[in-house]
C-alpha cells in the first residue's frame, strides 16, 4: 500500500490546492485502460446473448453494461419474454 501512495503522490505538491486532483489523476494513469476496455466489451455481449435468450436483448446490454458480471444475474431473474427471440441470419 505504501509503495500505490508513493506512486500516486510522486511529483505533486501536497500544499497546492489541486493536489487531490493531481493524486487522482495519477491514479487513472496507472490503469489497465485497454484491459478494462475489453472486459468491458466481454461483458456486454455475454450479457447480449444471454439477455436475447431470455427474449430480453436490451435488458441484457442495459444491465451488463451498467453492472458488469452482476448484470447478468438481473437478466437471468427477469422473467423471459411470451415471444420467442428471432433467429440471427
Do not use: C, T, Y
Not at 15 to 35: G, R, V
Not at 56 to 67: F, Q
Amino acid at each position: 500500500m505504501d509503495e500505490l501512495i508513493a506512486k500516486a503522490s510522486q511529483g505533486v505538491d501536497m500544499s497546492s490546492p489541486d493536489a487531490s486532483l493531481h493524486i487522482f489523476m495519477n491514479l487513472m494513469n496507472m490503469l489497465p485502460l485497454a484491459a478494462l476496455f475489453w472486459w468491458s466489451v466481454v461483458f456486454v455481449v455475454v450479457g447480449a446473448l444471454l439477455g436475447w435468450w431470455r427474449g430480453r436483448l436490451m435488458a441484457g446490454v442495459v444491465w451488463a453494461l451498467a453492472l458488469g458480471p452482476i448484470g447478468w444475474i438481473i437478466v437471468l431473474l427477469i422473467p423471459k419474454s411470451a415471444k420467442p427471440p428471432p433467429l440471427p441470419r
